[in-house]
């Protein structure tokens, strides 16, 4: 029996990054929006022959997107703040991406990472006055676009609740977004009477928030919701959980009366084979079964071993085989990956060979048996792989790991020492570290490594950027400098390529947020340092400025979430094993004179287990790293830290316990409000929310500024206050770089001015 197979969802950026090119050439006005559009169909057409060609059963319609699904969901029902003046039933490229990214007259819409992984998704504002009204222009049109190309049609759509709980209300309302349901059904279920009349009969609707801990308003609103729109003739409701277990919410998702529901089994088989137990004989069970979070072959025979046990329970008609989430979280194909060790290519599976591998487990037993002894053997060997095991590593932590002192001195002790060795001023400034990565950057980047230039010449190269930057910093007049950044390719990539145990791909590219991409390392065996990895840099940016450079890291959490991790140990085994590593160039940057050092975890918040009682452990992991990184140094040198994220709430008490002593934030997109938690719980190191929003081209003026500047002293006391930009400027351009940073400079200046007069006047 062939089980019917689908995926989630495809990645939309291109096997070469089409669509990232394309934009990108749009945005600068080299190609019109008619080209744009024509790139994007090419895209959707190679990515619907390549699930058909694989063998999939459906084609998934409506996860291709000009920027963000969730943008493109909220334009759909015409969630549209009206202060950006468009007309969502008849929105232009060019408006939809003033949404995206703001213009100089409109800040874009707020950016925030998509439930826990490193997509960015734009948050919809939902205002009172809002009226909900459907505008389908985008994907009938896509769905008839694979009607045309003779592909069976399974468009998706993100559920109504996950979609509510998800936006954020507009201005001074005082409903919640969930109140707001009963509006919103109509049209979802105008919109599936839409798809019905194309001919369509399977729907999959997205709903992960299944996979969180629900309140009651939103259990409550997934039982309305299903009961309404499952009430659609002609349209079978696949709901789809994903990014983890639904546990205790599987009796809900049971009982909604939809024709199938979509478990994620990557992880965890229990509720997969609960789920068949109380399925009943009517609805179909969609098993995620092939990992769409990590990128290592699927072990073929476990796989096959749960469908065996779900087959005990319900018919093969009703079983599908699936990607556990949408495929847009690991990179296109192996196939590009030429300069990988061809060992550890064979343990990789990519979005395309992940077709494959669902393909073949619907296959017949005979079928499928030769595949399963083919993969055994590819697994075995990999865990007989050097390196996979470092007796040496192991050693070493062992030893070491018992003994490191996690505490430092009291932060006030501390406090008076740094003050009294770099002699900062009130509101200190500062950048988060990077600085415009220009296509000239890039490009004398990949020359090097495709030996076009040598490596002397790259370093001269970068030692005149790293200069220019230097001086483009004093001149603008920030305290504290950063080298710039020019030598990294990404900061954890960076990290990966000096790191045993990691490896780099050349084209595993993943989307982070519209044109933005990564290529995340492979964990694939024991870490180690395997030389300095960024002494020479800082020591350089050092020796031509008087002004101090601060040294800067990437952390063990933000290398672990931004990697795909090894899943043969635990995580905590690869955190400490990194964290020791990262200890060591610390110790050596203050070895060598380096007075502050910043170690990044951008991603801390963002890895946040999204289910509560996974989260101690997570923080707690967190934090030990953080301090195995941080706590060896003197009380002297300054420990900085630097959180892309604007809701800390759930992680706070970590904060505090990583004792940095100065932590930066990202606040501008939503108006310092965040700073109110650090503000009850009188936070006492140092802290710089950002008054600049660096995901947007616009420069902002030095009035904007100051007034960020007083709304964040509302919170904040002078002393504790640092002056700086959201998060790094790698994505800006050296024009409004430098007019932004001049503006900062001038509204601290100004602001320091104005509490100078008003201490002397009281
Ligand atoms: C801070 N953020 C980061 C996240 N995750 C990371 N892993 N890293 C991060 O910094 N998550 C949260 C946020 C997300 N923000 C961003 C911001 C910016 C980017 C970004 O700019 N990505 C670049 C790719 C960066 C990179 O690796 N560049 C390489 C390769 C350059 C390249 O494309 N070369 C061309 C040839 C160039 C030429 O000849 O002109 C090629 O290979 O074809 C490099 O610099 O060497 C992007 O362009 O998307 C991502 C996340
Ligand atoms: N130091 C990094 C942090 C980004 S989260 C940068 O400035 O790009
Ligand atoms: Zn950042």
């Known amino acids: 029996m062939n089980y019917q197979t689908h995926i989630l969802g495809y990645p939309r950026i291109g096997a070469q990054r089409e669509l990232k090119w394309a934009l990108e050439k749009f945005w600068r006005g080299e190609i019109d929006a008619s080209q744009l559009e024509q790139q994007g169909r090419e895209l959707r057409k190679t990515h619907w022959r390549e699930q058909a060609d694989a063998g999939l059963d459906f084609v998934s319609v409506g996860d291709f997107s000009f920027y963000d699904q969730v943008l493109d969901t909220a334009c759909q029902f015409g969630i549209v703040p009206a202060r950006y003046g468009v007309n969502s039933a008849n929105l232009s490229l060019t408006e939809y991406f003033t949404l995206a990214r703001g213009n100089q007259q409109h800040a ?24 909900f009204k459907l505008n389908t222009n985008r994907l009938l049109a896509e769905i008839k676009e694979a009607l045309n190309e003779g592909h069976c049609v399974k468009p998706v759509i993100l559920g109504p609740v996950t979609l509510l709980s998800l936006c954020q209300l507009e201005g001074k309302s005082t409903t919640t977004p969930l109140s707001r349901l009963n509006e919103l059904l109509p049209i979802y279920v105008e919109l599936l009477e839409n798809i019905q009349r194309l001919g369509v009969s399977w729907v999959q609707i997205d709903e992960p928030i299944f996979c969180t801990d629900l309140a009651p308003d939103q259990q409550l609103a997934l039982s309305r919701a299903y009961e309404n729109l499952s009430g659609v003739e002609g349209i079978n409701i696949l709901l789809a959980t994903y990014f983890g277990e639904v546990r205790n919410h599987l009796n809900l998702l049971l009982t909604l009366p939809v024709a199938g529901i979509h478990i994620d089994a990557s992880q965890c088989d229990e509720d997969a084979i609960r789920a068949a137990k109380y399925l009943g004989s009517q609805k179909v069970l969609s098993l995620g079964i092939v990992d769409g979070r990590n990128v290592w072959l699927n072990d073929l025979q476990v796989s096959h071993q749960l469908v065996e046990k779900i087959r005990h329970h319900v ?22 990956e030429s300069n990988l060790e061809p060992q550890l290519r064979s343990w990789l599976s990519f979005a395309r060979q992940k077709l494959d591998e669902i393909v073949q487990l619907a296959q017949p037993l005979e079928s499928l048996l030769p595949a399963i002894e083919a993969n055994q053997l590819v697994l075995a060997e990999k865990l007989l792989t050097a390196g996979v095991i470092d007796s040496a590593v192991r050693e070493r932590l062992a030893e070491e790991l018992p003994n490191i002192d996690r505490n430092r001195t009291s932060y006030q002790q501390r406090k008076h020492k740094q003050q009294a060795a770099l002699q900062l001023p009130l509101l200190p400034s500062t950048t988060i570290g990077s600085f415009p990565q220009t296509k000239e950057i890039r490009k004398a980047r990949a020359q090097y490594l495709s030996g076009q230039i040598s490596a002397a010449d790259y370093q001269q190269f970068l030692q005149a950027e790293t200069r220019e930057c230097i001086h483009k910093q004093e001149e603008a007049g920030i305290d504290v400098l950063v080298h710039g950044e020019f030598e990294r390719n990404d900061m954890v990539e960076y990290f990966a390529s000096q790191l045993a145990g990691f490896a780099s791909t050349s084209a595993g590219w993943v989307q982070s947020y519209g044109s933005r991409c990564t290529k995340p390392p492979l964990i694939w065996g024991d870490v180690s340092r395997l030389q300095s990895m960024t002494l020479d840099w800082v020591k350089f940016a050092q020796s031509i400025t008087n002004k101090p450079v601060k040294g800067m890291l990437t952390g063990t959490t933000t290398i672990l979430q931004w990697s795909f991790l090894r899943n043969d140990i635990p995580r905590r085994h690869v955190s400490q094993q990194i964290a020791l590593a990262l200890r060591d160039e610390v110790l050596e940057l ?32 967190s934090v030990d790293s953080f301090l195995i990184t941080t706590s060896g140094v003197r009380e002297e040198t300054q420990i900085h830290t630097h959180m892309c994220y604007s809701q800390f709430n759930a992680i706070y008490e970590s904060i505090i316990a ?74 800006r351009g050296w024009l409004e770089t430098e007019a932004s940073m001049k503006n900062l400079v001038s509204a601290c200046r100004e602001i320091r001015a104005e509490l100078c007069e008003s201490a002397i006047t009281h």
């Not at 707020?110 to 939902?126: I, M, R, S």
């Not at 910043?598 to 991603?603: G, T």
């Not at 963002?606 to 009682?613: C, S």
């Open 108 to 131: 874009p819409l707020a950016l925030t990472k998509w439930l826990d992984t490193n997509y960015h998704y734009l948050v919809p504002e939902l205002a009172d006055d809002c009226e």
């Open 658 to 731: 990583l004792d940095a002593d100065v932590i930066s934030i990202e606040a501008t997109r939503n108006q310092m409000k965040l700073l109110d938690v650090f503000s009850q719980s009188a936070y006492p190191n140092q802290i710089g929310p950002g008054v600049w929003d660096i995901h947007s081209p616009r420069v902002p003026s030095v009035a904007e500024i100051k007034s960020l500047i007083k709304k964040a002293l509302y919170y904040i006391p002078a002393e504790q206050l640092w002056i700086n930009p959201d998060c790094g400027l790698k994505t």
């Open 590 to 621: 203050e070895a060598n004179g380096v007075q502050i050092i910043q170690v990044d975890e951008a991603a801390l918040r963002e890895g946040l287990p999204l289910r509560n009682d996974k989260q101690a452990d997570y923080l707690d992991e």
């Open 315 to 336: 018919d093969d008609s009703q079983i599908w085989l699936a990607s556990s989430c949408s495929l847009q979280y690991v990179p296109h194909t192996v196939a590009n």
